[in-house]
């Protein structure tokens, strides 16, 4: 296991091991099917900017997409249909309202938003409707199903599939949502025939995905609509912007606004126990565990995004100097001066094997997403490295995740038989007053932290040569 996964890994249980003593909440019984299920598992996912994931948990154990899909299926109506025709029959404005409330807007008579079912059943109706704009849809329900299967799994990276169980229990148990759609229609608001809309519903969400699909999902999303791990383009940057922007406000229904609060995340759940939460520009997290408070949000999955976000700082009104190019430059040991100071003979040592010593200079503010690709990249470099200065001159703080992280990066190279430098005029990781029990050893030069690089400089050549001399 990497620095990078053991660390990060290790984090994501502590999380676990807090979240699963929490018995709290309700199966959804309202459907057979899903009423079935354990309990007690338990999943989170994260993935980062470049798609790559770290889970702990069930994060292999498939369930149903449930409400989750709204966000997806909006998404597809905007790209198929335009902004201009699915604004003119779903709202974007928060309901204060339970998920399944029968509902509209007093004026216009369409649902209030898409992540109600009244508005996510009329964006799978936008999906059927036939013969728009030159468009060769059929109103079939399996074409359209097929073509938003497509879709959901082009988002996840791989190929996903329907849960035919679960498509049957929503189907025999689906009065309510039938009621919405029909409702719809004795408005004049419903674009296709309510029976074909509900159908289509009932079978996006019936889809199976993993809390690591959901990350993926979501770092495609935070990602401007490009999926990290293929390449593949999914959404053009305005539908993802206005999806999120509907997540953010309606995605964790009448529970939105404390987990605005809270959390601070675009988000969706599902009453099959998943959440879907998104950093933009950052990462995707997928959370799993199936026991629903009375708003239908997964209670440990909130408290597990609770976490997640007050830990690595994801909140997106936190106020950081995170760069997006947190490795300011990175460099080997060849564009470092000798010390003049040296004997000739240990001169001419240190220039012949000048590149075991290599450098990252950082920037910004350090938050989780930052740190990952800091230690991710001395992952790609330690193999060919003995000595490894970090500077933090350019520094402004570390949150304390970031530092764990960091002292995990430095024990880990030291099993390895590698050493690591620190550049830290400003004693940022160090830290003083610090409430954590895991410390820097007090002494700088045990724990090799110097003011300046040419301190740093320094270290990293008696390193070099105390393994020449004990290799002799």
Known sequence: MGIMVSVVVDYLRHIETDCVVNNVGELADYIPELAAVDPDRFAVSVAVH?????????????????SISKALTYALALSRRGVETVDAHIGV???????????????????????????????????????????????????????????????????????????????????????????????????????????LYFRQCSVRVTTDDLAVIGSTLANGGVNPRTGRRMLDQ???????????????????????????????????????????????????????????????????????????GLHMFNVARESRVTIRSTYDGHELDVGADRSTVDQVYLRAHRERIRVLELQGDLTFSGTESVVRRVESIRTDADVIIVGLQRVGMIDEVSRRMLIGLRRSLREDGKEWVIVDPDGILVGKNRRSQERLPSNPAEAAITSTMAEAVTVAEDVLLKQAANRD
């Open 50 to 66: 470049d798609g790559h994931v770290y889970s702990i948990g069930d994060s292999s154990l498939e369930f149903t997409i449930q």
């Open 93 to 199: 404005e928060p309901s204060g309202e339970a998920f399944n409330e029968i509902s509209v807007d007093a004026r216009t008579r369409n649902p209030k938003n898409p992540m109600i079912n009244a508005g996510a059943i009329t964006a799978a109706a936008l999906l059927l409707d036939a013969g728009h704009d030159g468009d060769t849809d059929t109103g079939d329900v399996d074409e359209a199903f097929t073509r938003l299967l497509d879709f959901y799994s082009g988002c996840a990276g791989r190929r996903l599939s329907m849960d035919e169980a679960v498509y049957r229990s929503e189907t025999a148990s689906g009065s309510r949502n039938r009621a919405i759609a029909y409702m719809l229609e004795s408005y004049g608001v419903m674009p296709a025939d309510p029976e074909d809309a509900v159908d």
């Open 238 to 312: 305005v539908v993802v912007r206005r999806v999120l922007s509907v997540m953010t406000t309606c995605g964790m229904y009448d529970g939105a606004g404390d987990w605005v609060t809270s959390v601070g995340l675009p988000a969706k759940s599902g009453v099959g126990g998943g959440i879907l939460a998104v950093l933009p520009g950052q990462l995707g997290i997928g959370v799993y565990s199936p026991r629903l408070d009375e708003h239908g949000n997964s209670v440990r999955g909130v408290r597990a995004c609770r976490h997640l976000s007050a830990d690595l």
